[in-house]
């Protein structure tokens, strides 16, 4: 539901300013937990988490990642990196305070928990959030650029978003099956689910890493770069017999991945300007929301037909060849001068 109503929230934070369209993100999502705390069926449940929380994260993650792009220029890449590292620490952080606060309270009485935290943490952190810089020394060319319509006809977006949809596949199949893959190959129950907490740290590494490198050696090559490597881990994925190789996997799949997600909104505002930058990125992760729902659904039934994970593995290399093809041709399009 994010990825795809990413889009609204990117135009409504380019008309009204990233930080009202948070805080009323940040409203939904305190809302949603709310609900769903008082959920008593199934029905409730896919209302108040499924619509509720993925309206407010999409009124939220799109516009506070674009509203980062337009104040910097030179380490741009970094900066992306910094700002989409919550999402990594998120994911470290609050599993296991969910988890000791589930000892200590009803499930119900942590989602309300939860739900107070975002109204206060997260509405507190969406008022810090700034409008893009006015133009100035430095600022000129902050929210010139292309606009949404513009930008779409364009073979730089075309491409990205080729390589954003195919891509995606890749990003999100292990985080369904690589703790059953684990198990399969008879790694122990808690080491095969710890896994995706490795590649939530590898994540972490990439984001900050990868984005200093990508200021240097160019942040499309490093995305084209980053595609491969993504692609190329699934190849560690093919031989690991033991919990070793795949905690390797975990890390340098998490490494490449965390790198893509936060070099995109950077790419996009180095491809078409500031001038509606937030849409942008949320119509670009549209592309991410296919794959996101097909990937993982069409892997467990290509496993379910041959009993093994081969078959994913060699398919998911050919998407991955797709998606850093894609990339490589964003390199003969211009950036927007800065």
């Not at 030179?74 to 000791?100: D, F, Q």
């Not at 954003?164 to 684990?182: D, K, R, Y």
């Not at 390797?248 to 909104?265: C, D, E, N, T």
């Amino acid at each position: 539901v994010y990825f795809i109503l990413g889009a609204l929230g990117g135009m409504l934070a380019d008309r009204w300013g990233p930080r009202v369209v948070c805080m009323l993100g940040m409203g939904f999502i305190a809302l949603g937990l709310y609900v769903t705390s008082q959920a008593q069926s199934l029905l409730t449940l896919y209302f108040s988490y499924g619509l509720l929380v993925g309206l407010g994260i999409a009124l939220v993650y799109t516009p506070a990642i674009a509203a980062v792009q337009p104040w910097f220029t030179t380490r741009r890449g970094l900066a992306s990196g910094i700002a989409s590292s919550g999402v990594g620490a998120g994911t470290l952080v609050l599993p296991v305070l969910v988890s000791y606060w589930m000892t200590q309270m009803t499930w119900r009485e942590t989602l309300q928990a939860l739900s107070l935290g975002v109204a206060i943490v997260g509405l507190l952190a969406a008022f810090l959030l700034e409008r893009a810089p006015q133009a100035g020394q430095g600022t000129l060319n902050a929210m010139s650029g292309l606009s949404l319509g513009e930008a779409l006809k364009t073979p730089a977006f075309r491409w990205l978003y080729a390589g954003t949809l195919f891509g995606a596949p890749v990003m999100f199949i292990p985080f369904a099956h690589i703790s059953a893959a684990a198990r399969d190959a008879g790694v122990p129950e808690a080491q095969a689910v710890g896994l995706v907490g490795l590649i939530g740290i590898g994540s972490l590494v990439g984001r900050f890493a990868i984005g200093w490198l990508a200021d240097r050696l160019g942040r499309v090559k490093t995305l084209m770069l980053m595609q491969c490597l993504m692609g190329l881990s699934y190849l560690m994925w093919a031989i690991a017999h033991d919990r070793m190789a795949f905690a390797i996997f975990a890390l340098w799949f998490g490494l490449s991945y965390g790198s893509i997600v936060s070099l995109l909104p950077a790419i996009c505002m180095d491809l078409f300007g500031g001038k509606a930058v937030s849409a942008i990125i949320g119509t670009l992760y549209t592309g991410a929301a296919f794959g996101n729902l097909l990937g993982p659904v069409l892997a467990g039934q290509v496993f379910d037909l041959t009993g093994q994970y081969n078959w994913v593995i060699w398919i998911t290399l050919c998407i991955a060849a797709v998606a850093t093809f894609s990339c490589w041709r964003i390199l003969k399009y211009p950036q927007q001068p800065h």
